[in-house]
């Protein structure tokens, strides 16, 4: 603001005081001879400015005043801040709604997964479950074409236990379909309830006795004849009994009470197996769920069963609860309402009972001597009397029943090949495989995964555990054998390789490295004390340390020979090289290999050369 007092005699004597009345300083400011004043902070609103002047005499005049106002900025208006907040509502809603999709997109991506790991999981375990018993029926169909007086009566039996076996997984999958899609309908009829639940129960008892379980029934009901579907009765505790007896182990009991609860029929179905962890028990119900999808559970399946149960018992107008605790077992109870009538319209209708071996048969064919011992190593026993039938004469043939009984008898027993499943319980084939591939006792053994799990993922994971072949279900005899011999071949091979020299100098082939090492350990042992007589298989073991059995198996098995064989055999390859150096005569290098008695020495010596020692000698010196 500028201002001016006029003085016409001396103006530059008149001085200034200003005030801006309002501001934060009110007081009046002395500006000296300055004509203007400036005001960089003031707020919007309204002011009063006052200037009076002073002349050269001393003199103040009054003060005169300017009314003064300070607007709001533009962008601080009542307009600009209902602007500013609609677009920050706009800015939060639409911060709101991308989060929300988001959040939307993440949880379809989520279900997605989900849904495709669902799938995943539930084409491998039907191609699993149609795999297996597949094998069965089109491996014994060709054996009672080729062989009728061999494999006709078993052969029959396995092909019609395990074709029931696919039609009960095929019935299932079409009766959640139907319920799916709203098309099951019951078919009732008028049935005396109770010996038809005793009989159901009873078909039953051959199976838990395989299984060598201690199967119960109590029963309460009357003599009732009741209106029901007996199909769909008979499918619902067949799927309840069908679980429990096979998720109870060896020595454990199953019990199913039947029981008139007023116008309700009670089916209770208990057993003392693994139970169900209490995170699992809201989803045991869900279509393909299973409590445990890993490779090594105690049973198969799809994860169908207990969800066809339950939608058939809501289907027939009941509910169905189930009780467990981990370790302990699971308890099943089945409420459906009952319907009775006067009298018996059909009879209990047939059903096959539930019978799965447990055992394989021994074979009735002879042996051939000297035959290659196959560990086969199968939770299945329809599938492993298969593969028994498809080797029998040629080999010997021993069974585990599961991937850790499989790694034990491999262990005890040193086969000449394992052939294994990948799905079984306690370990499964790729933790077996890794478990013999990673111990000097076994290392050397050849390896066949045989499994119905055929992507191209399982094959690799195979290979990497150090599997020598992965064979699909069904898989071709033919294509067994040969890759049995195959595999046999380049252990004959290796065993070659092991008895041509006294050290291994030579690269390993590939996946032998720790056999050469072994043999190489074994040797050094031997030669550093080729001379002693007494060195044993006690004092070979401990240096190794191995016990005595599992290094024999092993060096039969890398160089077909025993223990004392093949040391005697190092013995005399270090003759054949002493026998060279014409300053040693022949008793001398006898006793410098361990060898006491010369006239020993030379029979063994010939044995092994096709001529004594003095022969040898002479030939050597005639090639100089």
């Not at 007896?245 to 009991?253: A, C, N, R, S």
């Not at 000449?416 to 790729?430: N, Q």
């Not at 599997?467 to 070659?496: C, H, M, S, W």
């Amino acid at each position: 603001i500028r201002y001016r007092g006029i003085q016409f005699n001396y103006p530059e004597g008149v001085r200034y005081q200003y005030r801006m009345e309002g501001s934060s300083n009110e007081s009046w400011i002395d500006a000296g001879e300055k004509r203007e004043a400036s005001f960089f902070d003031l707020a919007p609103g309204s002011y009063t400015f006052s200037v009076k002047a002073m002349n050269a005499d001393g003199f103040w005049s009054d003060p005169i005043s300017l009314n003064v106002t300070i607007l709001q900025p533009w962008w601080w208006s009542w307009s600009a801040r209902i602007a500013y907040l609609l677009l920050a509502i706009a800015a939060a809603y639409g911060f709101y709604r991308f989060q929300l999709s988001r959040r939307l997109a993440e949880a379809e991506a989520t279900r997605l997964a989900e849904l495709d790991h669902v799938k995943t999981r539930l084409y491998t375990n039907i191609t699993h479950e149609f795999r297996t018993p597949l094998t069965v029926i089109q491996g014994m169909a060709d054996k009672v074409a080729e062989r009728p007086d061999r494999f006709l009566e078993n052969g029959i039996s396995m092909i019609r236990r395990n074709s029931q076996q696919l039609l009960r997984l095929v019935n299932q999958l079409l009766d959640l379909a139907k319920l799916e899609s709203g098309h099951l309908s019951l078919n009732t009829q008028a049935i005396e309830i109770n010996p038809f639940l005793a009989y159901l129960i009873e078909s039953f008892e051959s199976y838990a006795e395989t299984c060598q379980l201690d199967l119960q029934h109590h029963s309460t009901l009357e003599d009732l004849i009741v209106e029901v579907d007996p199909d769909r009765l008979t499918d619902i505790l067949s799927n309840l009994m069908t679980n429990a007896i096979k998720f109870t182990p060896e020595g454990g009991q199953v019990s199913v009470e039947t029981h008139r609860s007023r116008n309700q029929l009670q089916i209770t179905v208990q057993d003392t197996g693994q139970g169900i962890a209490a995170e699992d028990l809201p989803h045991i119900f869900d279509r393909f769920y299973q409590v445990d999808s890993s490779d090594t559970r105690g049973g198969e399946g799809t994860g169908v069963g207990l969800a066809l149960t339950r939608e058939l018992v809501q289907v027939m107008g009941g509910k169905i609860t189930v009780e467990s605790r981990l370790n302990q077992g699971s308890t099943f109870r089945v409420s459906l309402p009952l319907k009775v009538v006067e009298e018996v319209a059909v009879d209990a209708p047939a059903f096959t009972p539930l019978v799965e071996p447990t055992a394989i048969q021994p074979s009735s064919a002879p042996i051939a001597t000297g035959a290659p011992h196959i560990l086969v190593v199968e939770d299945n026993a329809d599938v492993a009397q298969y593969i028994q039938s498809c080797l029998e004469g040629d080999f010997r043939i021993t069974w585990a029943k599961d991937g850790q009984a499989g790694i034990e008898q491999a262990l005890e027993l040193i086969p000449d090949l394992v052939i294994s499943d990948v799905m079984m319980p306690r370990k499964d084939g790729f933790e077996l495989c890794y478990a013999l591939k990673h111990d000097r006792t076994t290392s050397h053994i050849p390896v066949i995964l045989l499994t119905a799990r055929a992507d191209a993922d399982s094959k690799l994971a195979g290979l990497r555990k150090g599997a020598d072949a992965y064979l699909t279900k069904p898989f071709d005899e033919k294509e067994l054998r040969i890759r049995i011999d195959n595999l046999l071949a380049l252990r004959r091979t290796l065993q070659e390789r092991y008895l041509s020299g006294v050290e291994v100098t030579e690269e390993a082939p590939a996946g032998f490295e720790q056999e050469d090492t072994f043999i190489s350990q074994f040797k050094a042992v031997v030669t550093e004390r080729l001379d002693d007589p007494k060195l044993d298989v006690s004092a070979l073991g401990m240096a190794l340390n191995l016990s005595r059995t599992p290094l024999h198996n092993k060096l039969k098995a890398l160089t077909g020979m025993s223990t004392t064989e093949f040391v005697r055999h190092i013995r005399l390859q270090h003759a054949a090289e002493l026998l060279k150096e014409p300053q040693y005569n022949i008793s001398e290098v006898a006793h410098a290999t361990g060898f006491q008695s010369p006239n020993y020495f030379t029979r063994r010596f010939r044995e092994l050369y096709g001529v004594t020692p003095k022969e040898w000698r002479e030939a050597r010196d005639a090639e100089k």
